[in-house]
């Protein structure tokens, strides 16, 4: 089937050790700041997002930082499972909202 | 219903044919938003909707690419006189509040 990850930059990671991914945002207008999850032949998944005004936010397994100093973004993954390999994408939105700038993306493959 | 519908989910047209993909977003979702993905990149912006009308085309990359949403629900994105070049997975999301997107499965067009 079709991989959405051809050609990405790829972190190969053990099965219960944590995934760091990073990425590298443009417009430091940007306020809003998503994480997508998109597996082959689907659409992208929301994980978690984080707004400007804050630099750190905790989900269940994930964890967004921002620095919006040297505009960079990552993504944690806690205890990295079998179902965490995917595509990996970066998203910002700019204050008036509405539009999303998608990063490059990074592959993530779970050994077992 | 409960998720973003995309039809068709695969399509292949030749070349100079006219196509239409359709999106049936989230029931109650005022804002709604076209995307393309080429393989191996993410997702960039074609159009959004509030409402019927289209708040921001500024991504359709020319005048071959119309998209409608005459009663303020399901959208058709048309394509005239395709090319080989807009072969790439057509994505829908809807949105009620401009911030939390939710993403359809997509459509593949393929142009021969």
């Known amino acids: 089937g079709e991989s959405v990850g051809l050609h990405l930059p790829t972190l190969s990671v053990q099965e219960g050790d944590n995934s760091i991914i990073n990425c590298a945002y443009s417009?430091?207008?940007?306020?809003?700041f998503i994480w997508y999850k998109q597996e082959s032949g689907k659409g992208p998944q929301f994980i978690i997002d984080?707004?400007?005004?804050?630099d750190k936010r905790q989900g269940q397994r994930v964890t967004v930082l921002l620095n919006k100093t040297v505009k960079h973004l990552s993504l944690q993954i806690a205890a990295t499972q079998p179902g965490d390999s995917a595509v990996y994408f970066c998203?910002?939105?700019?204050?008036?909202?509405?539009?999303?700038?998608f990063g490059g993306g990074t592959r993530v493959l779970v050994k077992p | 219903g409960a998720g973003v519908s995309q039809t068709p989910s695969n399509k292949v047209t030749e070349k100079g044919k006219y196509v239409e993909l359709r999106c049936d977003p989230i029931?109650?979702?005022?804002?709604l938003y076209w995307y393309r993905q080429s393989l191996g990149q993410g997702p960039e912006f074609l159009i959004y909707?509030?409402?019927?009308?289209?708040?921001?085309d500024s991504g359709l990359p020319n005048d071959r690419f119309f998209a409608v949403r005459p009663e303020g629900s399901v959208s058709t994105l048309k394509i005239q006189r395709t090319e080989r070049g807009d072969s790439a997975v057509y994505l829908c999301?809807?949105?009620?509040?401009?911030?939390?997107?939710?993403f359809g499965s997509g459509t593949r067009l393929t142009v021969v």
């Open positions: 999301a809807s949105s009620a509040d401009g911030h939390g997107y939710t």
């Open positions: 417009n430091s207008a940007s306020d809003y």
């Open positions: 984080i707004r400007s005004n804050m």
């Open positions: 998203a910002e939105m700019g204050a008036a909202g509405n539009k999303l700038t």
């Open positions: 029931s109650g979702h005022t804002a």
């Open positions: 909707f509030q409402g019927t009308g289209a708040a921001d």
